[in-house]
């Protein structure tokens, strides 16, 4: 073994002494921990964008809710708005995931670009019909987000661990 090679420092030992867990810096794990924070806020109203979904959907079927305007705007639109509200936070996590090369940018581009060009089709075309896919496109975005966080905090406690 050279000198050179012995007298380089340790990878792992450096890190840790610039303020880095696992080779990622400090402020980038506490972005990513607040990313995945809002990535759960994100699912929580997702939830709740199928609950009022089933709920009011049930609603809207009695027959003393037939012609209820309120009910319909409720059933039809209200989880769409829901979902709706979740699209920027999820752009906000696509850009740390490929900020911090979280997955692989083609599985990103597949899945955010794919969602996004679902939408602006369905919204350009007043494909009304095929909306309902564009936001099941985006409700997918969200919980592979949370996949992905997943991993790398299992991951960085890994490497913490080790």
């Not at 380089?8 to 990513?32: D, E």
């Not at 639109?77 to 920027?88: F, K, R, S």
């Not at 602006?120 to 896919?133: K, N």
């Not at 985006?138 to 299992?154: D, E, H, L, M």
Request: glycine share 6%.
């Amino acid at each position: 073994m050279s000198t050179e090679t012995e007298n380089r420092p340790n990878p792992s030992t450096t890190a840790s002494s610039k303020g880095s867990i696992a080779g990622f810096p400090a402020a980038a794990i506490k972005l990513l921990r607040d990313a995945q924070k809002i990535n759960k806020l994100s699912i929580l109203v997702i939830v709740l964008a199928i609950f009022a979904f089933v709920v009011f959907g049930t609603l809207a079927s009695l027959k003393m809710f037939h012609a209820s305007g309120q009910m319909y705007w409720l059933f039809h639109y209200l989880p769409y708005i829901l979902v709706g509200l979740t699209i920027p936070f999820t752009l906000y996590q696509a850009f740390l995931v490929y900020r911090y090369r979280l997955s692989q940018p083609s599985m990103l581009v597949t899945s955010v670009g794919g969602a996004s060009l679902l939408l602006i089709i369905c919204l350009l075309f007043s494909l009304s019909d095929w909306l309902w896919l564009a936001m099941a496109a985006w409700i997918g975005v969200a919980y592979w987000f949370q996949a992905t966080f997943k991993r790398f905090f299992n991951f960085i406690e890994d490497r913490q661990g080790n």
